[in-house]
């Protein structure tokens, strides 16, 4: 009885496990198929894309096999991509396909479905779609999501359908923004969505515009603004701010010794002070300018990494 | 009739590349593509190219001078065009000084990249 019993089992067990093993070369074999038909139809919609926007730019292009399983998925993607690397395009076509083919309604779709980065990653595709109005207020609600990921990308999305109101979104939005989001506001400016006058934005007294104001004095070298550096570096009411303002001061290569400058030094921390020395390593600060500002114990990590290969890595 | 110009785009983002790609057609140029610097090392030993295109500055940054190892010492062929989303001052001065011919941040302006593309090769016919 007991063999079998354990026969039974046994045939049992196998049985489950080759119907196991086979599910799962099927998954794999299906998902393969997936991904192989996925990567045709990206290539041959960028393709159709491509000519559109190469051509006269009067019709829109028809997408073949638009409709099926995953499909708008990848026009979006591909339009998105598109707008995400360049710059100049035809907007009036680009509109007119978004429009036709219904993308911003899909991925407006796909972000309320979904949560989390998925939700934040519908957006972030939404926010390389030419949108109307409606979208901007459709991922209003976003903007108060709890990850940064969804809020940031809801502003993003904001900003490229209303770009005349830009300054205002940023000012209002809630949240300190990160480095690496301003970084991508930069982009945005590159592609002409921001103005490029820093001097008001320096003046407001929001953060976040004032954090923007000092990457477009960081990334096109203002030196006029070095008066305006200072004065954030010596109010310590905004140490974050300050810490920016003197980085923005390394980039620039203006003097930093300063008596704002040398008051704030003091005040950092040891991994700040770190960093900091690894920007002046960067942007070429010479020792003597270093020996003044910082004590002699912090004095040889400085010398080891100008002298070091690692100086123009830092 | 006039010679085949070959340009070589270097990317490892497949999408990338092929936007790049698409949006050299027709200027009557041969375009080829590979994903990485061997390749391109590869590649550039086995033919001649009017025009490399790398999408990215990081070989350029890790040690490396790829526009040594395509263009013959003393030569100022092939043309080297770099893009990438480096911005910095100081990553822009390194690329050209290393023997970069043109730099240009994304996003791109395609018609521009177009023209500039043509310019290079219609100077060496």
Redesign the interface.
Known sequence: MIEQFYIVYTLCAAVLACGFSVGVVGAAVRERRRTGRDARL??EY??TL??A??GDGTQVPYFPLFGRFGSRRLLCEAVA??V??????NDGLLRRIVAHYRLDRRMLRQARRCRGYRRAQALAVLACLPADESVAAAVAPYLRSRNRYVRFHALAVQLSVDPSHALQRIGDYAYPLSASEVAEL??LL??GILPLAYGPLLETRSLNLRRVGLAIVR?F?IEEAEGRLLQFVADTAHPALGREALYALCSLRRSLLRREVAVFITEMDARERRALLRCMA??GYAPTTMQRLFEEAERPYYETLVQS?KR??A | MGIMRRILIVAEDAFARDVIRLSLAGLGAEVRCTTDCEGMRTLCRREAFDLVIVLQAASFLCGGNPVREVRPAGLRHPAVYVLSWQQAEQTVLSLLESGVDQYMTFPVNLQRLRRKVSDELGGRV
């Open positions: 990206r290539t960028l393709h491509m000519l926007l190469g991509g598109v995400a690397i360049t710059y100049g395009l930069m982009a590159r592609r990334q070298g960067l942007e290969y123009s890595l």
